[in-house]
Structure formats: C-alpha cells, structure tokens
C-alpha cells in the first residue's frame, strides 16, 4: 500500500524526497493558515516567526499537493518528515482523505496543528501576520522567503490563496522599505 503525504505549505516546494507520484489535491475541513509560531525553522524564541498549518473549520477547503512517498525508501522518508515537522510537537500527524485532482482519493498524513499548544496563534489578523514574518528568521532561514516560497509555488500550481497573496504583497512592503 502507498503512504501519502499532503503538503499544504513548505512540503510543496521542499520535499525533501523524490516522490513515487505526486498530484494536486483538495482537503476538505481544513485551511491552510499562518497560525502557528516558529520557535525552530522560521524564527526563534526570543522572535517567534510563523508557519503555515492545517488549522480545522467547517466548510473549508485546503489545496495543496499530495506525494506518494517510495516504498522502498519509506522508513527513512517517513523518519525525517516526523523530524521536521513534528519538532515541537505543535502538529498532529493524521491520516486525512484528500482527492487529486486527477479523481483518485487517498489517505495521505497531514500535519494538522494542535490548538492547545502553546504556539498556536489563530487569532492573528493578517496585518500582524505580516509584521511578524517580515522580522523573523530561523535556522531554515527568512520567515519572509517561507511566505514567498509558498505563495509563489500556489501560483505556479494555479491554486489561488487571496490571504498568502495578501500576506506577500505586505511583506515585500514591510521588507522593501527598511520597515522590518
């Protein structure tokens, strides 16, 4: 049987693994949201960044890309997927039906985030997502390249997110006039 993954974030353009098969897919109850503070990857204790997650809500909908990871390398693969995202323990790993666009639906892992952890912040308006990101920076770098990354990526997927394109354009002000 094939393991999935669904990538709604970072997973789109870093992987890390070359997938067996890949497609766009639609999760449904879910969307994706920078409601989560990066302590690691995009930002750090003392200037928490932040990072997409799978945050639950009726009615929503969430396209991303689903990747079927190769069998033969799917112990490791699936070992470095729960370093990376599961570092703080801020997401839950769930199996969740998402449908490709191509029509076939599978169960893939997705990292849905946790609403009782301490780095949950879905409450943030967007202009206090903007002003976050455009200061912050982790050991994987800028929390603005994190943004720019995924909301080009979506782009280029033909997959429309009004909020991260929103979030993008403020970001570049913030960053381009010495604001961050």
């Known amino acids: 049987m094939t393991t999935w993954v669904f990538g709604y974030g970072s ?11 890949r497609g766009i897919a639609t999760l449904t109850g879910y969307h994706r949201s920078f409601c ?6 995009r930002g750090s204790e003392e200037k928490p960044g932040l990072v997409l997650a799978l945050d639950e809500a009726a009615g929503a909908i969430c396209r991303g890309v689903a990747f079927a990871i190769p069998q033969a390398d799917e112990a490791a693969i699936l070992a470095a997927l729960r370093e990376r995202e599961l570092v ?3 997401y839950r790993e769930e199996v969740l039906p998402v449908v490709l666009d191509d029509g076939r639906r599978v169960q893939a892992l997705s990292y849905v985030v946790d609403r009782a952890h301490r780095q949950y912040c ?41 909020d991260l394109d929103h979030l ?3 970001v570049r002000d913030i960053v381009d006039n010495g604001l961050a």
């Open 122 to 162: 879905g409450a943030l308006t967007l202009e206090d997502q903007a002003q976050i990101i455009a200061r912050a920076h982790g050991r994987r770098g800028p929390n603005s390249e994190y943004l720019w990354q995924t909301a080009g990526h979506l782009t280029q997927l033909g997959i429309a997110d009004p």
């Open 88 to 90: 703080s323990s801020a």
């Open 168 to 170: 993008s354009v403020r």
């Open 11 to 21: 997973l789109i353009w870093n992987p890390e693994f070359t997938p067996a098969d």
């Open 36 to 41: 989560l503070s990066s302590i690691h990857h």
